[in-house]
């Protein structure tokens, strides 16, 4: 049952305080044999979609859990994927993956792909190297299911950095929001690109690069010690940072008040009649990206 819903029978007499109070506390998760929780109010709750992490669960679990998801709410992130496990989706969910190019984060949707509205802010997603996209994509496609639109400048590392001179233009004409910037080896660019332009910058270290600071450590500590402003998340922790950048992007397009295309409310309109209408307007925009529940009898 939806939230607003109990409200709405608590506001009409139809239960009292305590029966409200004890069926949203209810509410909010799935069990999944005895493996899982699945929290599907994640999104309602955070704006964030929960995701599956792939990495290092049993194939039987995997398929219960993403399969519990989708009949609960649509549609659910799955990240780092092996091969065998892209494999075992595809041939579960046939017709129903939106897979990275990189495959190894995809979409499980239900077969009616219920798509979220492209209704946020934009996120540009930037690599140092080739061998970074990988990471990137799944920073990528965390902030489109999160309702932004996103560009991709990839492959412009500071060894060639007149690379990235020549993608200025194509970054300032999108406005990003936010930026994710992906680097392996030593981690300069998401520096480099905080020092160039004016939008908040989340520095993605990689594990790419080998010998003294392999696995991404280098590039981890010389994004921590930047002395451009910029976030960083963990290494190769491509979800969080789509997820950050989705976040910051998303609430500069509430406060807006318009959509992806830039387009604001009138001018006529009050600031208080915009506070009050972005902000409904952004709890529904939430409530459809994040989906609803259409198995009540799962919550209980």
């Not at 909010?28 to 929960?50: K, Q, Y």
């Not at 520095?203 to 696995?215: D, E, H, K, Q, T």
Request: with cysteine; aromatic share 4%; glycine share 8%.
């Amino acid at each position: 049952m939806d939230i607003q819903k109990i409200l709405e029978q608590y506001r009409r007499g139809e239960i009292d305080l305590t029966d409200a109070e004890e069926s949203i506390r209810s509410m909010g998760f799935l069990s999944v044999s005895d493996v899982a929780r699945v929290d599907t109010f994640r999104c309602r709750r955070t704006g964030v979609p929960e995701a599956i992490l792939a990495e290092g669960k049993a194939d039987s679990d995997l398929v219960k859990i993403v399969r519990a998801h989708v009949d609960a709410v649509g549609r659910v992130l799955v990240t780092r994927l092996s091969p065998p496990q892209v494999q075992l989706l595809e041939s579960e969910f046939p017709n129903c993956i939106q897979m990275s190019r990189a495959q190894t984060i995809c979409v499980v949707h239900s077969k009616d792909k219920t798509e979220p509205p492209k209704d946020g802010g934009t996120v540009a997603i930037i690599s140092a190297g080739t061998v970074d996209i990988k990471v990137a994509e799944e920073a990528k496609m965390t902030a489109e299911e999160m309702g932004c639109k996103t560009i991709e400048i990839y492959d412009v590392g500071v060894a060639g950095y007149h690379r990235l001179i020549l993608e200025m233009e194509k970054l300032r004409e999108a406005k990003p929001d936010a930026i994710v910037v992906a680097a392996g080896r030593e981690g300069t660019l998401p520096t480099v690109v905080a020092g160039i332009i004016d939008a908040p910058v989340i520095g993605l270290p990689v594990s790419s690069g080998y010998g003294a600071g392999a696995n991404g450590e280098a590039a981890l500590l010389s994004m921590l010690q930047s002395c451009s402003v910029i976030s960083v998340v963990n290494i190769d922790a491509g979800f969080v940072a789509g997820a950050y950048a989705a976040r910051i992007a998303n609430r500069m397009q509430a406060a807006r008040g318009g959509s992806n295309d830039g387009s604001s409310n009138s001018s006529s309109n009050s600031s208080s009649n915009k506070s009050h209408n972005n902000k409904n307007n952004n709890t529904e925009n939430r409530k459809n990206k994040c989906g609803s529940i259409t198995n009540e009898s799962d919550l209980f």
